[in-house]
């Protein structure tokens, strides 16, 4: 069950003692309409701008048109899954690097979960709390910033 945590602010510097920039761009790729919703609405909340895909197709459009720069997607999905959605999308170069926060409800061995967090920065069960998922975006941002 997705839970509402408490606001984790977000702040990005260019330099010391500038201004804060523009708020970075997650897209959220899943079938279920009521996640999504939640999600999108509690992200938006934090300021992030939220692009949103119900399928791998519409995805893959908007990473084309302007690249996110955290992906929020589920493993599973009908036409292609979360895993090979951003093989996809990794495989150029533009994006080849571009940060992804996996959600399963599948239970996985050590093993798999520890290859999971190798190759896309974070995996969430999808019994995450949403404190989990902020958390996770906010440590992935300054990877953004290096």
Do not use: C, W
Request: aromatic share 4%.
């Amino acid at each position: 069950m997705l839970r509402v945590a408490a606001a984790i602010p977000f702040v990005r510097l260019d330099s010391p003692g500038t201004r804060p920039t523009a708020p970075p761009n997650i897209l959220l790729v899943g079938e279920n309409l009521e996640t999504q919703k939640l999600v999108q609405e509690i992200l938006k909340g934090q300021h992030y701008v939220v692009y949103v895909a119900r399928n791998n197709s519409e995805a893959l459009e908007i990473v084309e048109l302007d690249t996110p720069d955290v992906v929020l997607l589920d493993v599973q999905m009908p036409s292609m899954s979360g895993l090979e959605l951003m093989k996809e999308i990794r495989e150029k170069l533009e994006t080849e690097s571009l940060p992804a926060i996996l959600l399963t409800s599948e239970k996985l061995d050590i093993r798999e979960s520890n290859e999971l967090r190798s190759d896309y920065n974070v995996y969430l069960s999808k019994t995450f709390q949403l404190k989990e998922l902020l958390e996770a975006i906010v440590r992935i941002l300054p990877q953004l910033l290096r």
